[in-house]
Nanobody, 126 residues
Framework: QVTLVESGGGSAQSGGSLSLSCTIS????????MGWYRQAPGQERQRVAY???????AYGDSVKGRFTVSQDNAKNTLYLQMNQLKTEDTAMYYC????????????????????RGQGTQVTVSS
């Protein structure tokens, strides 16, 4: 059974940094597309970042230039480095994994990745 477990959320001041990790167990599929999305209370889900098996990456417009996604395949771990944090980055952050790009492309329309973590809270204060 594939499981995704996020860690590293917490609180930071505006302008600060936080790092998230997502450990993925028992991934039997190929290829893969893994990434992050977020959701704040009362708001729609937002794309954050993805990375695929070929190390190609993409970012949501609101985080470009501030966040960096990476992966360590040997450790089955996905990372998200968040710099220059803003109060509007406050949200629950979810790790996601799938074999297609569909969940990323259609996230605003309600699509979900085949596998998702439980989420980790990020709170940025001014």
């Amino acid at each position: 059974q594939v499981t995704l477990v996020e860690s590293g959320g917490g609180s930071a001041q505006s302008g600060g940094s936080l790092s998230l990790s997502c450990t993925i167990s028992a991934w039997p599929y190929s290829p893969h597309l893994m990434g992050w999305y977020r959701q704040a209370p009362g708001q729609e889900r937002q794309r954050v970042a993805y990375i695929d098996a070929g190390e190609s990456t993409a970012y949501g417009d609101s985080v470009k230039g501030r966040f960096t996604v990476s992966q360590d395949n040997a450790k089955n771990t996905l990372y998200l480095q968040m710099n220059q944090l803003k109060t509007e980055d406050t949200a629950m952050y979810y790790c996601a994994a799938d074999t297609t790009y569909s969940w990323w492309l259609l996230l605003p329309q309600g699509a979900v990745a085949r596998f998702r973590g439980q989420g980790t809270q990020v709170t940025v204060s001014s």
